[in-house]
């Protein structure tokens, strides 16, 4: 019986829970030849012999790796290359092509009501400028939604402001806006829980207009989403997406199998 290997490729993965599920998902399918390892990476030089080496099928991209990778892969599908990141490889007849499941999976939990807004403006912001901050910047934009990136250094990006301005913008914050602030870096997750991008503990303002979506599901609620939910904000967390995410990269390693 020939084995399939697929795998988690990131630098530090001690807050994953994509093991579990991809090992539960084949276990619930009956695929005893599957099996999904985590590969915890200095770095992505030399990707592709090394995912060859391991005999993987297919593997998952996680940070900071997401935009790193495109430059050790042999093609990229539409999606990708538009972003210019990847969470999804597929190996196909030796080759390493790169895809995106991230931004459709993000783009899911919106139309399925994780932010909702019945009357008057619609507006995001998005922290971080990374791979995972594209594709959410891809749903929106998809969506026709006008977002403005958060970033450390504005001034190196296109479209961004600072933390500081999103924290002003924020007390003016008014119940009727339709405001969404979308945490796309992975400060927060689990093992550094007492971290937050954005402390909304010095301000008193009321948040009752917000929506606060934290792509981190490990821990849940993260301290961003808690201290949000004080001021009256609505809250998610990145779960859902992961498990959208993932059953997305599964249909592609599953359609190159069956090739």
């Known amino acids: ?20 599920y991809f090992t539960r998902k084949f276990a619930e399918l009956g695929l005893k030849d599957h099996n999904y390892a985590l590969f ?3 770095s ?3 990707l592709k012999e090394w995912a060859l080496r391991e005999g993987l099928s297919g ?3 996680t940070v900071p790796y997401k935009m790193a990778v495109v430059g050790e892969l042999d093609a990229l599908d539409e999606v990708a290359a538009e972003m210019g990141a990847v ?4 190996v196909e007849n030796g080759r390493l092509i790169g895809h995106n499941t991230d931004a459709p999976a993000f783009g899911q939990t919106l139309d399925r009501g994780a932010w909702k807004v019945k009357d008057g403006k619609r507006e995001a912001f998005v ?3 990374g791979g ?6 891809y749903a929106l934009g998809q969506r026709g939604t006008p977002h403005t990136f958060v970033s450390r250094h504005p001034e190196r990006h296109g479209n961004a402001i600072s933390y500081a301005q999103l924290t002003h913008l924020l007390a003016q914050a008014c119940i009727d806006t339709g405001i969404l602030v979308v945490n796309a870096t992975p400060v927060g997750m689990y093992p550094e829980t007492g971290r937050t991008p954005l402390n909304l503990s010095s301000s008193a ?9 934290d792509l981190v599901y490990n821990p849940s609620p993260t301290l961003l989403l808690r201290q949000a939910a004080e001021r009256g904000a609505c809250t998610k967390d990145g779960l859902e997406m992961l498990h959208l995410q993932a059953d997305m990269s599964w249909h592609f390693w599953k359609k190159t199998l069956e090739a």
Request: net charge positive; hydrophobic share 45%.
């Open 40 to 42: 915890e990476l200095p």
């Open 205 to 213: 303002a009321p948040l009752s207009g917000v929506t606060f979506y």
């Open 1 to 20: 019986m020939m084995k399939h290997r697929f795998g988690l490729i990131g630098r530090k993965l001690g807050h994953s829970w994509s093991q579990e």
């Open 59 to 61: 593997f998952n991209v």
């Open 127 to 129: 922290l971080g400028t």
């Open 87 to 90: 969470n999804c490889v597929t």
């Open 132 to 137: 995972a901050a594209r594709a959410v910047a």
């Open 44 to 46: 992505v030089e030399g």
